[in-house]
């Protein structure tokens, strides 16, 4: 009587069955590949299929099986390596585009709104105390063509493009079709615009308790 250990789940049910097979008028060869079909595994129904194509050749069945559970282990292993990987690869990308990518946005936003500050109180001052601040900082010598507005609308834009573009890329790291990543990408970028406008509060505020 052949003894299955029980946690093999469904698995130990279908070699029971294929035993009983066996012992009957069917081969055991071809009770291995009513399990592999039976049961919904790519593995499995390789590796039986493997088992009964070793059986009709005469090879050892004992040294199959080792080898067969060594590669199964081995590539387990990869496979959770794998996952791994891109879980980590994915908690960056979403780290950049949703947490990185506002926060400098913002500081740039707050730079600019300083930047354009000084340089309106340079230049109503007026007369010599004028030039010699503008010499020292030199903000008087061209004006600033890039408003505080104009970049948090780049902000807007580049959060949502890249937002788009990381849920593709996510898409095709974890299951290697663009339609599964792209569901997070109105997530992504409505979590990225929200923060980059807390960002922007924060920052100024952090900012003119200094200034």
């Not at 088992?51 to 099986?65: N, P």
């Not at 950049?96 to 109503?124: H, R």
């Not at 593709?168 to 970028?189: E, H, N, Q, T």
């Amino acid at each position: 009587m052949v003894t299955i250990s029980p946690e093999f789940g469904p698995l130990s049910e279908e070699i029971k069955i294929a035993t009983q097979k066996s012992l009957g008028i069917e081969s055991f060869s071809e009770a291995l590949k009513i399990i592999g079909s039976r049961i919904d595994s790519k593995v499995l129904s390789d590796t039986t299929k493997f088992f009964a194509q070793a059986l009709h050749s005469g090879g050892h069945l004992a040294q199959l099986i080792e080898t067969t559970a060594s590669d199964i282990k081995q590539t387990n292993r990869l496979k959770n390596e794998l996952v791994t990987s891109t879980k980590m690869y994915t908690l960056f990308i979403l780290f950049v585009v949703v947490i990185a990518s506002p926060m400098l946005i913002a500081v740039s936003i707050q730079f600019l709104t300083i930047l354009g500050g000084i340089q309106t109180k340079t230049q109503d001052l007026g007369g010599s105390g004028s030039t010699t601040m503008a010499a020292q900082t030199g903000l008087a010598m061209s004006s600033i063509s890039i408003t505080p507005e104009f970049m948090q609308t780049i902000g807007y834009f580049l959060i949502i493009t890249n937002s788009l573009l990381a849920s593709i890329f996510i898409g095709i790291l974890s299951g290697g079709k663009i339609r599964d990543g792209l569901k997070y990408a109105p997530l992504m970028a409505i979590t990225g615009l929200v923060l980059l406008t807390i960002f922007v509060q924060i920052i100024g505020g952090v900012i003119h308790g200094f200034v």
